[in-house]
Structures are given as C-alpha cells and as structure tokens.
C-alpha cells in the first residue's frame, strides 16, 4: 500500500522560508516523478525520475524541488514567501512511467502553509 506523508508546513512570516517533506511508504520516490500541488489542483513544483525539474511561473527562483533518495523524501525548500503562497500544499506521484502533472495515482493528506504579514 503506497502513502505518502508531508511534513514541515506551518506559520512564517512573509519573506521567510519553509522546507517541507513528502515521505513514502510502498513505493520507491526515486523511480517516479513527484509533484508538489496547491490548494490540491495547482501545480507548483515537479520532479521527475531522471530529475528534470519544473517549476509554475510564480515560483520560480523562490522554490527548490529535490530528492533525498536515501530516506525516499521529495522535499520542497521554499524562500521568500509571500502572503499568495498562503495553501494547503500536496505531493502526489503516479505509477505511470511518465505522466502528465494531472496523472495522479497517490496523494498525500496534506500540510498547511500560512505566511502573514
């Protein structure tokens, strides 16, 4: 059974930074494209098995994908946040081999982020 857990949300400040986690269970993240989702439909970040990363507009230079094979995290580093960030924030990863970013097959419960003034 796949799960996938995020981790690391919370309140900050505007400007300031936040790392969040998605860890897995039943499933190896190294071998899958990962996603970082918003408000459970916007897409914000995108790794995919071979690390080819893609970033929406609005964040990038401000956001880092990456992987942490290791401990089988995808992680999201998030600097400079502003108060639109403001989202529930998703990973979610699909079984197919090279999906499209609505291809979805696993999604995680969420962690909350809220940057204030």
């Known amino acids: 059974q796949v799960q996938l857990v995020e981790s690391g949300g919370g309140l900050v400040q505007a400007g300031g930074s936040l790392r969040l986690s998605c860890a897995a269970s039943?499933?190896?993240?190294?071998?899958?494209?990962v996603g970082w989702y918003r408000q459970g439909r916007e897409l914000v970040a995108r790794i995919d098995s071979i690390g080819r990363t893609f970033y929406e507009g609005s964040v990038q230079g401000r956001f880092t994908i990456s992987r942490d094979n290791d401990k089988n995290t995808v992680n999201l580093q998030m600097n400079s946040l502003k108060l639109v960030d403001t989202a529930m924030y998703y990973c979610?990863?699909?079984?197919?081999?090279?999906?499209?970013?609505?291809?979805?097959?696993?999604w995680g419960q969420g962690t909350q982020v809220t940057v204030s003034l």
């Open positions: 039943g499933i190896n993240l190294s071998l899958n494209t």
């Open positions: 979610a990863t699909s079984d197919l081999p090279d999906p499209q970013p609505d291809e979805n097959d696993h």
